[in-house]
């Protein structure tokens, strides 16, 4: 990285941000959707990230490296933020009476969906696990940074982000078998009615 470029970024060099947002952005985005499991929510986050870089922009420390890791400490504020904001939201739209139902027929949509469906998945055994704890996993294991740089994107100590990293760890293995026992009767139930079908009509489902 160009020794100068932190320096053009804290002084709001337009340009500078722009480079920020073409090598960054996509990281970003990925990050903010392994959190929320929500594609178009991920998008939002995105653009609220980068206003929030553009206005803290003079906290930049001009010596050190890539800038993705303040971005991703950054999208970590956002991604709160926004979550206490849906609860409130979500709890005037329950007091509401329920919308028309309006069907969806992009079928440009199904691969995201496929995607959210399968980020769904993991943060039901994730999100079970303090908030902390989300924190140090999502910017270690899914956005792949280093002790040093998820310590610089959450302000902790590089000690901190070890032993949240190692709890996180070991509670997930414990909630991840948890959840496959509890999955396990239904798997149980549905082979049991399965080879109680007649012959002839799973044979003709086959078909």
Same mark, same amino acid.
């Given at each position: 990285?160009?020794?100068?470029?932190?320096?053009?970024?804290?002084?709001?060099?337009?340009? $500078?941000?722009?480079?920020?947002?073409?090598? @960054?952005?996509?990281?970003?985005?990925?990050?903010?959707?392994?959190?929320?499991? =929500?594609?178009?929510?991920?998008?939002?986050?995105?653009?609220?990230?980068?206003?929030? #870089?553009?206005?803290?922009?003079?906290?930049?420390?001009?010596?050190?490296?890539?800038?993705?890791?303040?971005?991703?400490?950054?999208?970590? @504020?956002?991604? @709160?933020?926004? @979550?206490?904001?849906?609860?409130?939201?979500?709890?005037?739209?329950?007091?509401?009476?329920?919308?028309?139902?309006?069907?969806?027929?992009?079928?440009?949509?199904?691969?995201?969906?496929? =995607?959210?469906?399968?980020?769904?998945?993991?943060?039901?055994?994730?999100?079970?696990?303090? !908030? $902390?704890? !989300? =924190?140090?996993?999502?910017?270690?294991?899914? $956005?792949?940074? =280093?002790?040093?740089? #998820? $310590?610089?994107?959450?302000?902790?100590?590089?000690?901190?982000?070890?032993?949240?990293? /190692?709890?996180?760890?070991?509670?997930?293995?414990?909630?991840?078998?948890?959840?496959?026992?509890?999955?396990?009767?239904?798997?149980? /139930?549905?082979?049991?009615?399965?080879?109680?079908?007649?012959?002839?009509?799973?044979?003709?489902?086959?078909?």
């Amino acid at each position: 990285m160009d020794p100068a470029f932190r320096a053009r970024v804290r002084a709001g060099d337009e340009t $500078a941000f722009v480079t920020l947002f073409r090598e @960054h952005s996509r990281a970003v985005y990925n990050h903010c959707f392994r959190i929320v499991g =929500d594609w178009s929510v991920a998008e939002d986050c995105v653009s609220l990230v980068f206003l929030e #870089a553009w206005r803290l922009r003079d906290k930049v420390d001009v010596h050190g490296g890539s800038l993705l890791p303040w971005l991703l400490g950054i999208a970590v @504020h956002v991604v @709160h933020r926004r @979550h206490r904001v849906a609860r409130r939201h979500q709890g005037v739209l329950d007091r509401l009476p329920p919308p028309e139902t309006v069907p969806d027929f992009a079928d440009e949509l199904v691969g995201r969906l496929e =995607d959210a469906e399968r980020i769904a998945a993991v943060r039901e055994v994730v999100r079970r696990l303090p !908030q $902390a704890d !989300q =924190d140090v996993l999502a910017l270690c294991a899914w $956005a792949g940074l =280093d002790y040093a740089a #998820a $310590a610089e994107a959450l302000g902790v100590p590089v000690g901190t982000v070890r032993s949240r990293l /190692s709890r996180a760890r070991r509670r997930l293995e414990k909630l991840a078998e948890k959840r496959r026992r509890e999955r396990e009767p239904e798997r149980e /139930s549905w082979q049991v009615s399965v080879g109680r079908r007649p012959a002839d009509r799973l044979e003709g489902e086959i078909r």
